[in-house]
């Protein structure tokens, strides 16, 4: 198996710009989850969608984020407009089941730099 | 607040220790508690699953503990190896809903 395939690996833009992430589950799985990762603030749960619906945004900073999830095969986690505080290395993960005790499998991250 | 704390320090140890990792909650009342390895440029991988009604759990080298009063685990990893060398990273689930709440990571360094 592939594993999860987060597009592209490296993003530099500068700030203002629109900023596109993707994220391909495992072939299977029905969660999906987004992180992002930084010195100061660790891993954070950004937004979870299960069977392709979200259920908890409570961690999108503010509405320059957005993330859908179309189909069972794709996700997006859009920043419009982006900013240098944006600047991290954002996860996607999946899980195989709806439930909480689940491994999450990550991707290998996009390293976000805006300038 | 609620507050997830690992030691923020590196962990130096001789390979052939036993390393120990810490990691402490309040305000969380967690279902279960995993912990995941990170490597540099990696995303995190999971190792162990340990829930609340569980003391104890082992896994080859690996061994976590779950104390709900103390409101805290040890992760223990047994004859380290300088491979063993990364970041170690406690998730807390609450069971409400399927996320994950993670600890802000410990790097371990095992030395020859």
């Known amino acids: 198996d592939a594993g999860v395939i987060q597009s592209p690996r490296h993003e530099v833009t500068e700030m203002g710009q629109e900023v596109t992430l993707r994220c391909k589950p495992i072939s299977g799985h029905n969660s999906l989850f987004w992180y992002r990762q930084t010195m100061m603030r660790g891993l954070e749960l950004l937004i979870y969608?299960?069977?392709?619906?979200?259920?908890?945004d409570s961690g999108m900073p503010e509405d320059r984020f957005s993330a859908k999830m179309p189909n069972a095969s794709f996700s997006t986690l859009k920043i419009q407009p982006s900013e240098p505080r944006d600047s991290a290395v954002y996860f996607c993960?999946?899980?195989?089941?709806?439930?909480?005790?689940?491994?999450?499998?990550f991707g290998p991250g996009t390293r976000l730099t805006v300038l | 607040s609620q507050k997830i704390e690992q030691n923020s320090e590196a962990l130096n140890i001789q390979e052939g220790k036993t390393a120990t990792l810490t990691c402490n909650y309040t305000?969380?009342?967690?279902?279960?508690l995993q912990w995941y390895r990170q490597d540099p440029g990696r995303g995190p991988v999971f190792l162990l699953l340990?829930?609340?009604?569980?003391k104890e759990k082992r896994k080859e080298r690996l061994k976590v503990t779950f104390d709900t009063t103390l409101k805290q685990s040890l992760f223990h990893i047994t004859a380290s190896q300088p491979a063993d060398s990364a970041t170690y990273l406690c998730?807390?689930?609450?069971?409400?809903?399927?996320?994950?709440?993670f600890g802000t990571g410990t790097q371990l360094k095992v030395e020859l």
């Open positions: 998730a807390l689930g609450t069971g409400g809903g399927n996320k994950l709440t």
């Open positions: 305000n969380y009342s967690p279902a279960y």
């Open positions: 969608f299960n069977n392709n619906v979200p259920i908890d």
């Open positions: 993960a999946s899980s195989l089941r709806t439930v909480s005790t689940d491994t999450q499998y």
């Open positions: 340990i829930r609340e009604n569980e």
